[in-house]
């Protein structure tokens, strides 16, 4: 069991993951551009270039309405993003499977910091989700199943962090496998698109010159 | 109430779903995938803010939209859609959420700026109603609307008649002359019906303006409506027609460029839909009213004297300022004729819908929710305790005056053009 | 300088009281091992053997020389660490069981007894709201992790006789390495979720006139009604519990995480009785306010999950609330009550 979890499990999973995520991407990109015959008054590109990065700031005037989701949710995806690409066992994990050459890891200290970011923001944000009226009627199953695996994923990372036991080092192989296989078919695809649709909408922005 | 498009007889479920489906474009298929349920555009809308109710966050209008987005190009609903188990939109879906499609949404797109990860709800809005006229739910206030301007070009029904009895009004009252279906002129200005009859001194203004700026100009007595009937009930069919009837004038014309009036939606269909939806550019240039001025400002040949010097603020139409990108233009405006204006809070591209536009006004069932939304300009207006308003929309205008009078606030409410009319410079060198 | 108002006077005396009371908690226990130290000091006697006077020395802790660097790299033995486990075997652990069951017995027998308390007039069907949906948030949140914390926390405790027997040996090692990481991780996350928590709730936990009188009436558990504002006095001494136990926990738990802080073993050993005899009782209280909150008295849960509560309810047990909270219809429908009235109201 260890054995297909370690290696043929890996292997599909991510095999699922790179050709799911490739797969949605380009199914997006297939589909037809409306055209735009307008006269344009402003440069898409230049929106378009804004939108995808003006967006990670909220506006001003949502600030006040906007501010925990705001702040929870970078705590989320910052402390993920710190331990997904700089936790000092993930660095080796890629050195050792895939690339060859790692880089320098987060120290333990920081790595503690950016974890406990990361659940904090990622329980609170689920907790709202629940409870508030809007994210209540909008959620669905795949929300909470994304959230879930996640946290689980996260979980199980935490409780192998000891670096001692290979059975619970498995058992967080074996969520994050999950989590890669449920990935593409999941609105985690907005890890991606994002950049999509920030894009296309800050075009059409930028034709405007808004 | 059928519509009368082509489509007549075709005004069913399974049409609706068709079109629904010739909607989803590479922006649609980005949307649906990266929305991840945040609820942030609730925030933004006056009809959730006002009202609490959660049906009435902007993401949430648009489940029929998304449910065809599925069954099409998700895993798991073609799955659900071979198997028998995700069934295609039925009438009792198109029910549930007209109102909610058209009752509860302006076009505003205030929701679409402040999407953490840039879906353009409004957008997606504008599409779904395609689905929606073309399935036959749209609410019976703007299917009347949009028969009438298909039938008689208005959609309030005024005739030819009608607006030669008021030119007539206005050329007495200025003692100009109003130029019309003048060969050659610079600028075709096209009217709402709401100007002509709820707010004629738009055309007064217009006559006094141009004639001290100089301007080369004239009106259509063949098609002379800017407003859109088709691109608020989501028929870009017939939308496309209403735009070839200007196209067609101007070309009659001869006019290089096409004014439009002092209305939202109308500026949105021929200034950023319209080349898209007759299938090719404009042989013209389109400027909003506010626009020419600003332009004719700068190139000094429209000059003020004297400002009013009454507590006033902007309220910025969406179609124009937001959705349109005028921004700049109607504040420079106002400062050669106001001394004492003040912006609201939240003004500019994020200002406040009036509660009026996307064919709400044209809707007497929202009526009541429009009233209840309009708090939220009656909570901006009390924030900086204003006598005057101005705006550039005559249905916001409109719209503004009929929220005014409901909540018994004591605050006048003036067009743009208007008021610099007023301090026109007609003194010549 | 200017005048403080009643209410921030109130939050003021409030903060001191709490970190008084919070830095008062060491003394005990350091009191006891003080004691403990001198019981265990071996008499002096004259000894000859210079090997057995340099064990007797290095026994009791003595630093000596070492070219090792660290924290008490010179102390060999740390005398006193046979004193802590003493107390985590035969005090902590024992007493603590003993505690934890007493509490749920009492629970039990009160259930048993009483029942729950239910609304007499049953619901009317109409809301207030009670708390926002941040306010519930940051309850659940630091619920949640009071949870992980709790179940990490006495498996590391109990593991040894309530999971080696389950699962072996071998088994309870990788439990126990799992729950010690969860643990440690987690820990820091309640300290914020505690902070939160405590400037959230702390403006309707201060004391208030009537308070005394609602204890005094036994807070209505046993059939007479007790008046109260938003928080019963019962509530308001469990928010306070809240802030000195769990303050205690977070703070000597913080102290234990990080080792990086440079506490020596004695230090680490008070941060360890600390926190144990803190979170043991932080979690026989905790069975209490969870029984009231949801099985004990009908109809409180909404209060935390849906945010409103029926008007029936908040006028049976926070009277004095419902002026407060501006719902009018509630107001003004003041309910017919068959309850039974304390004598002399």
Known sequence: MTEFIQGPLWTIATTIFLIGVVWRITTIMSCKVSGELSRTRGTAGVGSIKAIFGRFVPRKETISSGRFQMITGYMFHLGLFALLFFAAPHVEFLKQRYLGFGWTPMPRWAFVIAAELAFAGLILLWLRRIMHPVTRLLSTLDDQLASGLTFVAMFTGCLALFESYTQLRVLHLFTVELLLIYFPFSNLMHAFTFIISRGSTGTRAGRRGV | MELTNDNTNDATVSHGNAVMKQQIDRSIASYFSSCVHCGTCADACLFYTETRDPRYTPIYKLEPLKKVWKQEYTFFGKLGKALGFSKPLSEDDYAAWEDLVYDSCTLCGRCSMVCPVGIDITYMIRKQREGFSAAGYAPEGLKSAHKRTLDTGSPMGVTWKALKAQIRHVENETGLTIPVDKQGADYLSTLSSLEIMGFPEYISSLAKIFDAAGVSWTLSSESFEATNSGIQIGDSKKAAELVERIVSVATKLGVKNVISPECGHAYTAIRWEGANLIGRPLPFRVLHIVELLDELKRQGRLKTNGKNDARLTFHDPCNLVRKGGVVDQPRQLLNNVASNFVEMNDHGVMNWCCGGGGGVSSNERADELRLVAFKKKKQQLDEIKVDTLVTACANCRNNIEDGLEHYDMDIEVIGLTELIAQYLDTDRP | ?345
């Open chain 3, 1 to 345: 300088m200017t005048r403080l108002s009643a209410h921030a006077k109130g939050l003021l005396f409030a903060g001191i009281l709490l970190i008084v009371s919070t830095l008062s908690i060491p003394v005990a226990p350091y009191l006891w091992l003080s004691f403990s130290n001198d019981t265990a000091t071996a008499t002096e006697t004259q000894e000859q053997n210079p090997r057995a006077t340099f064990w007797r020395s290095v026994r009791r802790g003595s630093s000596g020389y070492t070219a090792v660097p660290g924290q008490e790299a010179g102390v060999v033995i740390h005398g006193n660490g046979l004193n802590w486990r003493e107390y985590r075997v035969k005090i902590l652990a024992p007493y603590g069981s003993y505690l934890m069951a007493g509490v749920l017995i009492i629970i039990a027998m009160y259930y048993a007894m009483r029942g729950p308390i239910n609304l007499e007039s049953g619901y009317s069907g109409q809301s207030i709201t009670r708390f926002s949906v941040y306010q519930r948030v940051i309850h659940w949140f630091t619920a949640i992790l009071f949870w992980l914390l709790s179940l990490s926390g006495l498996i590391l405790l109990y593991g040894r006789y309530v999971l080696i027997p389950l699962l072996g040996s071998k088994g309870f090692a990788i439990t126990a390495a799992a729950c010690k990481e969860a643990h440690n991780l987690f820990g820091p996350i309640f300290l914020l979720a505690l902070v939160l928590l405590i400037a959230t709730f702390i403006r309707d936990n201060l004391y208030r006139k009537g308070d005394i009188d609602w204890l005094k009436k036994g807070g209505g558990m046993f059939g007479t009604h007790a008046s109260a504002d938003k928080f019963n006095f019962g509530e308001k001494v469990w928010f306070w519990l809240v802030c000195i136990l769990g303050l205690s926990v977070s703070v000597s738990g913080v102290l234990l995480d990080f080792s990086i802080l440079g506490l020596n073993r004695t230090a680490m050993e008070i941060a360890h009785v600390i926190h144990s005899a803190a979170a043991i009782i932080f979690i026989s209280i905790s069975f209490g306010h969870i029984y009231l909150g949801t099985v004990g008295t009908q109809g409180t849960l909404d209060g935390m999950t849906k945010g409103s509560v029926d008007a029936n309810w908040a006028k049976h047990h926070h009277d004095r609330w419902v002026p407060e909270t501006g719902n009018q219809e509630a107001i003004q429908h003041p309910l017919t009550s068959n309850m039974r009235e304390a004598p002399g109201d």
